[in-house]
């Protein structure tokens, strides 16, 4: 089993749709969370990141933590086509050495 | 803006030869950098952490003499793939943090690799 596990997808959505990403993790062992969106050939790029459950919220983006069943979720509310992507969740893997465990990525189509 | 620059963004070389590739800190100092590696349509995976000052920690199953990193100041880490195969060929990805720890990680654009 991975220590996160992500939906590969693709997901695809009409223009307007609320998208819902989903990550699961088993080691409960430096809950610390980020959310990352990678356009094809580029880097990751840092949307969220979240230390505590619950929500958090930016713009159009809501990160969600639930620490007891190990659940975390990312939310886009009225999705743009340029929120095609992959969308990485990321997990700490240890302490103070900023290592992180990530998932495997979800594709995301946003049709106009 | 892009806080992390990696350079370049491409590259082909030939079966044997080696290629640097430089990542930098753009407005921050990092005493820690990573160095990743991604397969298409996979997630990234972790190769080695770059210490300023000291040896790189490898992860298991990455040949610290094949990937040689040498983090000589506290904004540049850069990474040598020697005597590159067809193999080698994945794109490589920096990061670093701001406030190092658990801060959140900035990601370079990459740097996809072809051997030929």
């Known amino acids: 089993q991975k220590e996160v596990e992500q939906d590969p997808g693709p997901l695809s959505v009409p223009e307007g749709a609320i998208v819902s990403l989903n990550c699961t993790y088993s080691n409960s062992a430096f809950q610390y969370f980020m959310w990352y969106r990678q356009y094809s050939r580029k880097g990751p790029e840092l949307l969220m990141y979240t230390y505590s459950s619950g929500n958090k919220e930016d713009g159009r983006f809501t990160a969600q933590v639930d620490k007891s069943s190990k659940y975390i979720s990312l939310f886009i509310r009225d999705s743009q086509p340029s929120d095609s992507a992959t969308y990485l969740c990321?997990?700490?893997?240890?302490?103070?050495?900023?290592?992180?465990?990530f998932g495997q990525g979800t594709t995301l189509q946003v049709k106009p | 803006g892009a806080v992390v620059s990696q350079h370049p963004s491409w590259v082909i070389c030939k079966s044997g030869t080696s290629v640097k590739i430089e990542c930098r800190s753009l407005d921050f100092q990092a005493t820690t950098m990573f160095w990743y590696r991604q397969f298409p349509k996979q997630s990234l995976m972790l190769m080695a952490t770059?210490?300023?000052?000291?040896?790189?920690?490898?992860e298991q199953g990455v040949e610290k003499d094949k990937f040689l990193i040498n983090h000589a100041s506290l904004t540049l880490s850069t990474l040598t793939v020697t005597s590159a195969h067809p193999e080698d060929s994945s794109f490589y990805i920096c990061?670093?943090?701001?406030?190092?720890?658990?801060?959140?990680?900035?990601f370079g654009n990459g740097t996809r690799l072809t051997v030929t």
């Open positions: 990321a997990k700490g893997g240890s302490s103070n050495t900023g290592k992180l465990i």
């Open positions: 770059s210490n300023e000052g000291s040896k790189a920690t490898y």
């Open positions: 990061s670093a943090s701001r406030q190092g720890g658990n801060s959140p990680l900035h």
